[in-house]
């Protein structure tokens, strides 16, 4: 009687480890997420956007994150980063009345003391409607 082949548990291997990696990366994602939805910076931007009139006017009441179209929760996109004296970041809010996203970019001057400088506060309505939160 012959011997029973052995088979390479190489294949195996390589999955598992594709399937780790993947796990992986996504807790860090994740993790990075969270990390930017409840930093100040995020939750005071979306603070002036829920008692801003413009925002109010076209999205109604009740305004807090949702999550974009392609994903199951809330996210925000960008760079937080002010030790560089850049913070420029996007998310996706929803009120009662309507959906839109909310960028908003600063950078930090050296040359007015280290004074923050709004160069971008926006509301994109579901419609494509830009307003300026940045009065």
Partial sequence: RSLPEISSKKPRYITYGIIGISLWA???????????????TVLGSLSNVKHHPKAIQHLGQNINFTAPHWWP??????NINQLKGVV???YWVEGN???????FHSIRSLKDGGKW????????????????LAE
């Fill in 26 to 40: 996504t807790a860090i994602a994740l993790s990075f997420n969270y990390q930017r939805i409840n930093s100040r």
């Fill in 117 to 132: 400088n709004v160069m971008e506060f926006t509301l994109t309505t579901e419609d494509g409607k830009i307003i300026s």
């Fill in 97 to 103: 009345d309507g959906k839109g996203s909310v960028r």
């Fill in 73 to 78: 929760f809330p996210w925000v996109s960008g």
């Fill in 88 to 90: 420029d970041f996007k």
